[in-house]
């Protein structure tokens, strides 16, 4: 059996990062869409090469199987989130400059491969992405596949099994999940400037670290929600913690009870966010919602599991100028 010209298999080899940034927004997991990327390439290189050829656009091929994968493990992910202990939050991303892979080398933290990095943008601020948990498999699909990655609806009916027609009305149903959430469904949609987002996060991690309970209070909206998901591996609220006092009273607890515990400022699925570390490890990453320059919505997510990207940052000296 003849083997795949190099201009080939690059260009197959080359849909890696686009196939990883539509698994990442349909699974809300870096795990779960490295496994449906990989089981896409491991059925593309169990075909013959006759078959392959046959195929007239390989990557549009691709990205079909790896729709129909990522649909088939949203649906075996809502059975199994309804046994989660607590609240369930997408897995937050780091930074490029702070890209870590923890699932390399049994553990160890080395640099991810580019190809393996999630485009940072609007459709995957925390925001973002937890709207899309509450929406159907195939709304979520049809939704990703057309208004993100704009696909026509014939071909997200291939992947999702339903008519062109019926994948508009998915796609216009999520779209207004999306405006019920004031969630900006449009990347290109204008949003709070990042700037900003920044300095009420560090005057939110200063107040914080002061333990200014009234400082706290100040920062947030008064009807502010806070959700942290510890997966039952950690210990932490698994009900969201309601209103501004009520946040900033756990908050000042939290601190209390894990002295020494370090803040940082780093960016979160393309957002200002906070990173806590203990003794050098990464315990908490922490995203934000705002509303009329309040903090309306505190994302916590504890669980080690979906800290892995997080598990070795950078340089003491590099920490620290970040920080600043």
């Known amino acids: 059996m003849s083997t795949p010209s190099e201009p080939d298999l690059s260009a197959i080899v080359g849909e890696r990062r686009r196939l990883i940034n539509l698994a990442y927004r349909l699974l809300g997991s870096l795990a779960e869409a490295e496994d449906a990327v990989q089981e896409t390439y491991t059925r593309w290189y169990a075909m013959s090469r006759q078959r392959q050829e046959a195929i007239e656009s ?36 780091p930074d490029h400059t702070e890209w870590f892979s923890g699932r390399v080398g049994g553990g160890g933290a080395e640099q991810a491969d580019p190809a393996d990095r999630v485009t940072l943008d609007e459709s995957v601020n925390m925001a973002f992405l937890v709207v899309l948990e509450s929406m159907t498999p195939a709304e979520r699909v049809a939704f990703i596949l057309h208004d993100v990655f704009r696909y ?82 950690v210990g932490t609220v698994l009900r969201p913690v309601e209103g501004s006092e009520r946040i900033a009273q756990y908050l000042i607890h939290i601190a209390d009870k894990a ?38 919505r ?27």
């Open 259 to 296: 002295p020494g515990l370090t803040l940082l400022e780093r960016t979160v699925n393309g957002r200002p966010g906070l990173v806590a570390q203990h003794a050098g490890v990464t315990v908490t990453v922490a995203a934000f919602s705002l509303a009329a320059g309040r903090i309306a």
């Open 58 to 93: 390989p990557g549009a091929w691709l990205t079909a199987v790896a729709g129909r994968i990522c649909l088939d493990m949203l649906g075996s992910a809502r059975v199994r989130r309804e046994r989660y202990v607590g609240a369930w939050l997408p897995e937050p991303l």
């Open 298 to 324: 505190i994302w916590a997510v504890r669980n080690p599991e979906k800290l892995r990207p997080w598990t070795a940052l950078a340089s003491p000296a590099c920490l620290t100028s970040q920080s600043k």
């Open 152 to 233: 026509p609806f014939a071909e997200i009916a291939e992947v999702v099994g339903r008519t062109p027609a019926a994948c508009r009305q998915l796609a216009s149903s999520a779209r207004r999940r999306i405006r019920a959430a004031e969630v900006p469904a449009d990347p290109a949609a204008p949003t709070v400037p990042a700037a900003g987002q920044a300095g009420l996060v560090r005057d939110f991690k200063q107040a914080w670290e002061a333990k200014d309970i009234k400082a706290l209070v100040g920062l947030l909206d008064p009807d502010a929600t806070m959700t942290a998901d510890g997966g039952g591996l």
